[in-house]
């Protein structure tokens, strides 16, 4: 079946503007998790959802990283006044709980290039 | 906090020589270790993971790992590595009633023909 999806691919902005970024779990996946991978460095964790909610949010660096998951399944991770240091690759993943559940998939990801 | 360190940041090889990738974790009630692989753009597939029973853990690809509670350690090997091998290894672990996977820096394994 089809894997974790991320839109887009590649995205190149300017300093100070807005980014979304977009995630398109496994289909049933209830878990849903965002991460952040900077150059040379492993992912680091963002947030966590569980359905509709986000039950974790400690990694978000600060109040420009903001994300929604408003109908459980789709989620978006919205970046304001971006920052040269926001650049990396942002990596989504989705879990079936109950199954394995402790199996993170994990899509391509999102490369974001701030200039 | 949990970390994890990922001894080597590369190791190179030649085909057909056995490979370990080294993994140390810091000490907890409770974890559940994790190895997964990352080739060339595209994104991190799952090797294999341990959450209890055996230490010996076998998982896809040929690769196997070693769970040591008194070294903290989750050690990666192959016996015999191919050329395809050649990606990025991340060791990463899982506190018990957390979902949030720590991983390591990473471990670029080059294999050479």
């Known amino acids: 079946g089809a894997g974790v999806s991320q839109t887009p691919s590649n995205k190149v902005t300017e300093k100070g503007k807005y980014v979304e970024l977009r995630c398109d779990p496994i289909s049933g996946h209830t878990a849903l998790y965002w991460y952040r991978q900077s150059l040379g460095q492993g992912p680091e964790f963002l947030i966590y959802?569980?359905?509709?909610?986000?039950?974790?949010d400690s990694g978000l660096p600060n109040d420009r990283f903001f994300a929604v998951r408003p109908e459980g399944s789709v989620s978006t991770l919205k970046i304001q006044r971006t920052e040269r240091g926001d650049s990396a690759v942002y990596l989504c993943?989705?879990?079936?709980?109950?199954?394995?559940?402790?199996?993170?998939?994990f899509g391509p990801g999102t490369r974001l290039t701030v200039t | 906090a949990q970390s994890v360190t990922q001894l080597d940041s590369q190791v190179p090889v030649f085909e057909e020589a056995p490979v370990e990738l080294r993994c140390n974790y810091s000490s907890s009630v409770s974890v559940y270790l994790f190895w997964y692989v990352q080739y060339p753009n595209q994104g991190l597939q799952l090797l294999l993971k341990?959450?209890?029973?055996?230490?010996l853990v076998k998982g896809i690809n040929g690769f196997e790992a070693e769970f040591n509670k008194s070294q903290t350690s989750f050690h990666l090997r192959k016996p015999s590595v191919h050329i395809s091998d050649t990606a990025e290894y991340f060791c990463a672990v899982l506190q018990g009633g957390s979902e949030k996977l720590v991983f390591g820096k990473g471990t670029k394994l080059t294999v050479n023909p």
């Open positions: 959802f569980q359905g509709t909610g986000a039950a974790d």
């Open positions: 341990y959450l209890s029973g055996s230490t």
């Open positions: 993943a989705s879990s079936l709980e109950g199954q394995g559940y402790y199996e993170q998939y």
